[in-house]
């Protein structure tokens, strides 16, 4: 076994054995908080949701994360059937039983609901929606810089499954995730349709070349929060950001890599597909861009 790590990967809290969950308006102890066999969720992957984080009492950019969970709730034609103010209610809700009042994340999720058979048609969700809210405490603990590997799952085309919709069924990442571990690396980097460098199975990346910072057209992949907040924080503090095509040629060579995601905020990147990213270790503008982004969210 080799010492992958997660980009989701955080302290160790005993806390978080008694956290209480938020199941369709209930806050549950773990052990008691299910869904049913028969929910669209666990039998379809049917269902949206978002990953939000805390620092210091906020939830940050929550408007920006409800706006994507209402809008992939909408493409999917699912019915949330509550308003915006209600689900921030049951976040704050869940936050106050647990306690938490910075270092926690949440999973929002919102599923088609419970089916009245086991199929897929949706009709068959007629109970109205599932919804859970799942708060941990959470300290992003990730030892060393993360190694990618590439992977043949590409990201998708718009009208087979929107890779811009935080779906449950995640399996293409899964997918591309697990043949990145039999690779012996701890994520996979996925390129897009035409082979451009695009995103990994559950962050968006970034290199840094000669000083500049580059990502991906944003086609093809999730539309990060994190990932705009960045190229936002390059364009108001004189560092040269590009949203373009590059390929695997450009990134082996690029002097700094890096990841974003709401979870673990900007995480460097030391290795792809066996070349050392330039020193393997993190670098000077990922440094100073995590500085910009703590100081943004207030940590
Ligand atoms: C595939 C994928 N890429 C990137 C992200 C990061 O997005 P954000 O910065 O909004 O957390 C996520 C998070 O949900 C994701 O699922």
Redesign the pocket.
Known sequence: MNDHVSTHQAEEDARNESILIWVDGKLLPRAQATVSVYDSGFMLGDGV???IRLYNNRWS?LD??LD?QFEAAKAIDLDIARTRAEVVAAVLETQAANGMTTDAHARLMVTRGVKTRPFQHPRLSQQGPTMVIIMEHSRPKIPRPITLATVPHLRGLPMTQD?KL?SHS?LN?ILACIAAQKAGADEALMLDIHGFVN??????FFIVKKGEVWTSTGDY?????????VIDLCHANGIPCREKNFSLVETYSADEAFL????GAQTPVGMIDGRTIGTGQMGPVTERLRGLYKTLVGA
Do not use: L, Y
């Open positions: 949701w978002e990953g950019f920006e994360h994507r890779p935080n995640k990442c995103t990994t199975n559950a962050c968006n992949c999730m539309n990060g929060i994190t990932r705009q907040k974003t995601g709401t979870f």
